[in-house]
T-cell receptor
Framework: AQKVTQAQTEISVVEKEDVTLDCVYE???????LFWYKQPPSGELVFLIR????DEQNEISGRYSWNFQKSTSSFNFTITASQVVDSAVYFC?????????????WGAGTKLIIKP | NAGVMQNPRHLVRRRGQEARLRCSPM?????VYWYRQLPEEGLKFMVY????????ESGMPKERFSAEFPKEGPSILRIQQVVRGDSAAYFC?????????????FGPGTRLTVT
């Protein structure tokens, strides 16, 4: 079975602190895709990153970075020098093409609160 | 190139009424997914459609819910005889398919409130 676990329900930090959002996934497939989405208070879904299972290189995009580790089935997301505008719910998600018709399997989300 | 369109953005229905949610995929996309987000929860897959075909409806409630994606026009998610528990945000995503089905582009969502 495929599953995504985001154990942190809510995280609250003060602006400028670094924060890491955890994501652990389960799948027996060797080919899969991992995603992070941001859902700000306005409610839309903002795509942040997609990673395929064959690419374990870490990714950095400005203040955002992602650490993909197959050995621990984790795909963690770090925001450096957080800002109030980063306040949102963040979702990690998984696609396993072989078994699930490409449907996204979602974690429960982590609500991130950045205090000024 | 317009993104995925959903309308209405907000829909209020009384218990027992019907709700129709529309999703216009991106130009050239022939695959549509519907997901539901209950309040304070993550998203759950509902149904996957290609033009004129339902490919996977394993996430759809067995009763009152139906979906279609006709040859012409938007995809429609229809909820008959709505109940309070149907109140949620409904997102659709479109995909080009053809080996790129993992690329899903989301619409802004329709927020359904059942009173």
């Amino acid at each position: 079975a495929q599953k995504v676990t985001q154990a942190q329900t809510e995280i609250s930090v003060v602006e400028k602190e670094d924060v890491t959002l955890d994501c652990v996934y389960e799948t027996r497939d060797t080919t899969y895709y991992l995603f992070w989405y941001k859902q700000p208070p306005s409610g839309e879904l903002v795509f942040l990153i997609r990673r395929n299972s064959f690419d374990e290189q870490n990714e950095i995009s400005g203040r955002y970075s992602w650490n993909f580790q197959k050995s621990t089935s984790s795909f963690n997301f770090t925001i450096t020098a957080s800002q109030v505008v980063d306040s949102a719910v963040y979702f990690c998600a998984l696609i396993t093409p072989k078994n699930s018709n490409y449907q996204l399997i979602w974690g429960a989300g982590t609500k991130l609160i950045i205090k000024p | 190139n317009a993104g995925v369109m959903q309308n209405p953005r907000h829909l209020v229905r009384r218990r027992g009424q019907e709700a129709r949610l529309r999703c216009s995929p991106m130009k050239g996309h022939s695959h549509v997914y519907w997901y539901r987000q209950l309040p304070e929860e993550g998203l759950k897959f509902m149904v996957y459609l290609q033009k004129e075909n339902i490919i996977d409806e394993s996430g759809m409630p067995k009763e009152r819910f139906s979906a279609e994606f006709p040859k012409e026009g938007p995809s429609i998610l229809r909820i008959q005889q709505v109940v309070r528990g149907d109140s949620a945000a409904y997102f659709c995503a479109s995909s080009p398919g053809r080996g790129n089905t993992y690329e899903q582009y989301f619409g802004p969502g329709t927020r359904l409130t059942v009173t």
